[in-house]
């Protein structure tokens, strides 16, 4: 990914709210599978990264971003960008 494009993506996540957040559970199966659904339905997601989930921000978007298959945009803070290109035929895929 290109830091245009990411930069993109960036613009068009700051109006995103947070669909999820990682606390002190950590990185689950539910989670990870609510998370994988999420982006096959919208592409670009943000998740809130507790810190009660004990890891720093980056490490932990990197073992979500390998889970889900995604490209980690940012990390902004406590805040993670995910994008994943959607499989689905019928959808508006998001252009660069």
């Known amino acids: 990914?290109?830091?245009k494009q990411r930069s993109n993506l960036k613009a068009i996540a700051a109006n995103l709210?947070?669909?999820?957040?990682?606390?002190?559970?950590?990185?689950?199966e539910n989670l990870v599978r609510g998370l994988s659904e999420a982006l096959e339905a919208r592409e670009l997601i943000k998740v809130t990264l507790l810190p009660?989930?004990?890891?720093?921000?980056?490490?932990?978007?990197?073992?979500?971003?390998a889970l889900l298959k995604a490209e980690t945009v940012a990390v902004i803070g406590?805040?993670?960008?995910f994008y994943r290109r959607s499989k689905?035929?019928?959808?508006?895929?998001?252009e660069f």
């Not at 009660?52 to 971003?65: N, Q, R, V, W």
């Not at 406590?78 to 960008?81: D, G, H, N």
């Open 78 to 81: 406590r805040k993670a960008i």
């Open 17 to 28: 709210k947070p669909v999820a957040q990682v606390g002190k559970e950590g990185i689950g």
């Open 52 to 65: 009660a989930s004990g890891e720093d921000g980056k490490g932990l978007a990197a073992e979500l971003a």
């Open 88 to 94: 689905r035929k019928d959808f508006e895929h998001i």
């Open 1 to 3: 990914m290109t830091s």
